[in-house]
Structures are given as C-alpha cells and as structure tokens.
C-alpha cells in the first residue's frame, strides 16, 4: 500500500520525534508499502492539507497526533472513501481509545496498515465537524481554562476547577427533541456521538458510532468531584443529574452567551447550537 502519514509534531507526545520513529519502524520492515510523511506547519491551512492528501494518491491517510489532528484529516476525507488510520500522539486520544486502537506505537501502526477499515458517522456542531463530544457550558469552560495554564497534571487542574467553580454560571437552555420542547438550567450540554471522554469517563452509555443518531447529554448540576471526575477518572457521573436524549438533528438557544469546544479544540462563546448528523462521514481503521 501507498501510506501518507499527517503528523502533527506539536501533539502532547512527550517530545517523541514521530517522523523519525514511523521512518525507521519501516526501515525494518520487508513490507511492500511505500511511506510519505507530511508534518503539519503551525499555521495549517485545509486547503493546503486538501491538497497533499490528493497529491499523494494514498491507499490510506494516518493522522499522527491527538482527536484535534484526526479531526483535521477526517475534514479532508469527509465522505471519502479513503481509509483514515490513527496514531495516537495527543495528551487524551479520546477517538483512539474509544475505538480500541492501541496506543503503543508500534501496536498502532500496525493496526493502522493491517487493520479493517469501518465506516462511522459524525455530527455537524455549527459548521463544525465533530467525530468525538462537542460541549456548551461547564466543560468547555474549563477545557479553556486549562488550556491556559501554566501548571499542569492533577493539582493545577483542580486549582483551575475551583476558581471555574466560583465563576461559571449555569445556562438556561431550551431545545426540541420530537414534540417535546425542553426547558432547563444546565452545568453543561454534550452533543455525543461516540460514548466517553479521553479520560475514560462513560458520559454517553447509549452511543454508537454507526448508527442513524446522536445524543444529547443534559447535564443539570455539578460539584467539584464531579468536576474532577471529568478530566482524571472512569467514574460515572450522578445520574440523577443527568438527562439523555437521542436525535438526528438539533437547535438549542442559551439565555445568554455560554462557552463552547468541539473535540477538545475551544472555539469561544455561543448562544445558539445547530448540530445534524452526517452518515457514513468517515473511513476509520480499527
């Protein structure tokens, strides 16, 4: 096979050179596969990527990097049929582990070239692609919140969490689902098309990757375990705050403005969400 690996080389992979590993990892193989890499600029433009990818004429295209990354490639091959194949290189992979795909190197590489290729869906979130969890509220607050701090692992995060505590507020959402029209005051709203965060927490039991919906998680209330639990734990969160419904197209109004991410990327504040699902949207190699 013809490979063309998109590596992203500001992943959070601990300053592994990936260019050089998936290099030599062919250097010794016997295989008959040929190899182009391509490393992400800073500035990466669609367009350009677009254009790499149909220059290559690959049998299969292999995101190396975190969901941000994946997403990026899935946008290019959106409703292809080539092949995306994942080398997990982020700091939370959520994608990878939701699919099972190994998160040694060299187990996911050869996944990514002897492994099947599976068809799944993804949701439009306000014009954005989405393949993992988009969030309004608590959640995508402190995905920004995090993403500006100096200090990271457990004790910055929880330093974070409690200042965000004090500061958020909750929304007042309003949404349709069939007939029903649903008023509440939420934390946090996810629109979930696969089941759990990268951390391994199962915030949507209900998902599946391949079928005709997607779910919106409606989360009522919160606490500081509760928050801790998001980012570091697989601990379920409180079902008695928690309402799921399911759905194949969506528009939800805020009160006011609320914070809002789509696969761990912050994209700033909102009042209004549209999301649809798109079948048959990606390629995956698991």
Known sequence: MKLLFIVNTGSGNEGLNYSDLIARYF??????????????PKNCDLESLKKVIRAAHADRVIAVGGDGTLKLVAECLLQSETPVGIIPAGSANGMAKE???PLALHEALATAISGTPRKIHAVKVNDELCIHLADIGFNAYLVKKFDDLPQRGMWGYAKAAWKALWNHHKMTVTF??????????????????????GTGLKINPEGKL?????????????????????????????PQNIQLFQTSSLHIKTRHKAHFQVDGEYLGKVNSLEASIIPDAISIVV
């Open 27 to 40: 250097d010794e193989k016997t295989a008959d596969h040929t190899v182009q890499i391509h490393e992400l």
């Open 99 to 101: 699919l099972g795909i």
């Open 176 to 197: 349709k689902i069939k007939e029903e029209t649903i008023r509440s005051e939420a934390a946090m709203v996810v629109v979930a098309n696969a089941t759990m965060y």
């Open 210 to 238: 391949d079928d005709d919906v997607f779910e919106i998680i409606l989360v009522k209330t919160y606490s500081f375990l509760e928050i801790l639990k998001l980012r570091f734990t697989k601990m379920a969160l409180n």
